[in-house]
């Protein structure tokens, strides 16, 4: 009977994280300086769709509404979703590989090797398309060469990753650091510190693809992965004997989920904290079985960051960067998560 | 299947583990392996399990080369039971027992149908179908260890490794849990126990094998094998066995106080 009920509640909070991330979705494209109704959008929307097909419909709205929906707020909104679900699922996926709940998804030091390569770009004057592909370029560098290292290192692999991930991403830092330091404190300093911050400000609709392409490639094997990732998580011995090629399966779930931070490390910057709070909330909601686990991850963390990146843009009139609001509203939670009586599922 | 492991080697770095270790087991056989600490056991399991792959001699399960098998197959042949231990993330008993049907999904396969049956019925085979629900955490140390035995039927492998399954548990759980490996056994299961425990050779195994300084001190049937010499080389305590009607019963001699003189 109750399994029933496990099986259900799982069903039922996956359902519902999805009906909030989509009522987030709509409310988020009413939100903003220049107010549109909700009926709007949405008529706004079903016409944009329809035209896909070669069909209109009337137009009841003033064209800055529309450029507001559909230029400024959707393509920030869908990036929001993407970083959020992106960050989650790595955050998971290396928590259950290395069999700590302490990962996050820079634990290898990716977003040090993506900063290092933003602040390289932005010193050299590159434009921004060039300071996401270094950025990007940067984080993979940087754990292909952390897996290099605890590779031929001996010893056990997963304690070598993380001690690889630590001294390589101190060394991206320091390198950061001295770029910071030779960097034209007038505008390119500014620049590299923004950066740093995180932010999803000026996404534009071309860069949609550009960031979900190399985001899918790398989720799909991660949702196609998910009951291994389950054995994975019993340790080295037990998975083997289970008959799970260990080696190849952390180096696939590594290479995916560090692709998947990667891509989103590059397009909107620093963000720390969804990919540590958001699996743990999941696992509070729907259990370790990574089945229920990951895509609830994904959902919560398109919505938390999609909610904080409402916050982001329209608490005050500067807009904060969502990189510092991700730890001031994720640290409270996180704690608030630790004092909270665990329930027996 | 059968198991037969001859003139097994190897070595951590120079210093040799398991010098020449030869025996085999039979289906329907509980072979019980006694050894003091440190003796090799472990690594003897884990050159079985695959894990450790730079040993000389041959493993031959059924006759084929384990050397030569996939872990896959490997998990279709032989299945490896835990002690307890504590998990890092918490699992429920369905979900953990299923994960032993893992070698029978594709690659990208989540179990099914079919593999949830075969976790219900390893379950019920146990008696522990009521478990299914909770959290394995949550459990008994007698029941994770039935849970753990579970899981291995559900991989339906032939051959079960049991490494010490009884030494976290008190001595009902103990029985139990030995009791139930040997009616699996009676049922043409080949299963390897490494124990701390003479007794429990004594009681339950059918076979033994007896490891000192990574060498064979002695195998063979439990009744032929099993004397106060053995245990004197394996532990360094002078034993002594008893015939009793429920079975043979090792009891330890005591240090007598040296008699001083025959006086009456």
């Known amino acids: ?345 | 299947m059968s198991l037969s492991v001859r003139d097994l080697r190897f070595a951590y770095q120079k210093t040799p583990v398991l010098s020449g270790v030869t025996f085999d087991a039979a289906p329907g056989e509980l072979l019980a392996i006694l050894g003091p600490n440190g003796v090799g056991k472990t690594t003897l399991f884990r050159c079985i399990l695959g894990e450790q792959k730079r040993y000389s001699g041959t493993i031959e399960i059924d006759g084929t080369d384990a050397g030569t098998l996939s872990p896959r197959e490997r998990a279709h042949r032989v299945a490896y039971i835990p002690q307890t231990h504590g998990m890092t993330f918490r699992f429920s008993v369905r979900d953990t027992v299923l994960m032993g049907t893992s070698h029978t999904l594709s690659p990208f396969g989540s179990p099914g149908r079919a593999q949830e049956r075969a976790a219900g019925e390893a379950l019920d085979r146990l008696g522990i179908g009521k478990l299914s629900d909770r959290m394995f955490d949550t459990l008994s140390g007698g029941e994770q260890q039935l849970v753990y035995v579970a899981r291995a039927l559900a991989q339906q492998a032939k051959i079960l490794l049991m490494d010490e399954p009884t030494s976290s548990l008190d001595y009902g759980n103990q029985l139990s849990v030995l009791s139930v490996v040997k009616d699996l056994s009676r049922d043409g299961y080949t299963v390897l126990l490494s124990t701390h425990n003479p007794q429990h050779a004594l009681w339950y195994a059918d076979k033994v094998l007896a490891l000192s300084d990574g060498r064979v001190a002695a195998f063979g049937r439990t009744g032929e094998v099993l004397s106060p010499a053995l245990f004197g080389t394996l532990y360094g305590t002078q034993t002594q066995l008893y015939e009793t009607p429920g079975g043979t019963v090792i009891l330890p001699v005591p240090n007598k106080p040296e008699s001083k003189g025959d006086q009456p």
């Open chain 1, 1 to 345: 009977m109750q399994r029933v009920n496990g099986r259900k509640r799982r069903t039922v909070v996956l359902l519902l994280a999805g009906g909030v991330l989509l009522a987030l979705f709509f409310a988020s494209l009413t939100l903003g300086r220049y107010p549109v109704p909700l009926f709007t959008v949405v008529r706004i929307l079903w016409r944009r769709f329809l035209s896909l097909f070669g069909l209109s419909g009337p137009v009841t709205w003033t064209p800055q509404m529309e450029n507001a929906v559909v230029s400024v707020r959707l393509p920030r909104i869908v990036m929001a979703c993407l970083v959020g679900c992106s960050l989650a699922a790595a955050g998971t996926t290396f928590q259950g590989v290395f069999r700590n709940p302490m990962a996050s998804p820079d634990i290898l030091g990716a977003s040090n090797g993506a900063a290092f390569g933003a602040a390289l770009a932005i010193l050299l004057g590159c434009s921004q398309q060039y300071i996401t592909v270094f950025a990007f370029l940067g984080a993979l560098l940087t754990v292909a060469l952390v897996f290099l290292i605890a590779q031929r290192a001996p010893g056990l692999r997963t304690v070598n990753l993380i001690l690889a991930g630590i001294m390589i991403g101190s060394l991206f830092s320091a390198g950061t650091s001295y770029l910071k330091l030779v960097a034209d404190p007038s505008n390119q300093l500014p620049a590299i510190t923004y950066w740093l911050l995180g932010s999803l400000s000026g996404t534009r609709l071309s860069a949609i693809p550009v960031a979900a392409i190399p985001m899918c490639v790398g989720l799909v094997p991660l949702l196609l992965l998910r009951w291994r990732l389950n054995l994975l998580s019993l340790g080295d011995s037990e998975a083997k004997a289970l008959g799970v090629n260990t080696d190849l399966l952390r180096a696939v779930l590594i290479l995916c989920a560090t692709l998947v931070t990667a891509a989103a490390i590059a397009v909107s910057g620093v963000i720390g904290w969804v990919g540590l709070v958001i699996p743990h909330l999941s696992r509070k909601l729907v259990g370790s079985d990574h089945r229920g686990l990951l895509p609830c991850a994904m959902l919560t963390g398109a919505s938390f960051l999609l909610l904080v990146d409402d916050v982001s843009r329209n608490l005050l009139a500067t807009e904060i960067p969502i990189g510092i609001l991700t730890a001031v509203i994720g640290a409270p939670f996180f704690i608030w998560l630790l004092l909270r009586k665990e329930k027996t599922l």
